[in-house]
């Protein structure tokens, strides 16, 4: 559920985004209709365009690269949780040798005369 409610917030701020972009571009259009000379409304048409979809494609990358930090943040947690639930080598080993002693009791006891 989580990720559903943050993936809906990243959708959300990328929408944010691309509307605010859009205003701009079509006030700047708007302003651009009062140039009486065809080819410099071009050229600033081009350059407006230019630089509103280099900001569109930035935020887009910021927001992109939030979510991948908070899916790695996310995969880091589990790791270290995981971690903790593994004994270290130390631990291991104990284990190791406790499940070990108690596979031969039995027959350390027949060879010793026990039941």
Known sequence: MRLCAFALKVLGALQAVDHAV????????????????????????????????????????????????????????????EAELVPDKEGRQLLCEDRLARLEIPEMAEKFGGD
Not at 22 to 35: H, M, P, Q, R, V
Not at 39 to 67: G, T
Request: glycine content about 2%; aromatic content about 6%; proline content about 2%.
């Open 22 to 81: 859009n205003a701009i571009f079509d006030e700047l259009l708007a302003k651009l209709e009062g140039e009486p000379d065809v080819e410099r409304r071009w050229a600033r048409w081009q350059e407006v365009n230019r630089e509103l979809s280099r900001l569109r494609r930035e935020d887009h990358q910021a927001v992109r690269a939030q979510s991948e930090r908070a899916a790695w943040q996310k995969e880091q947690a589990a790791a270290e949780r």
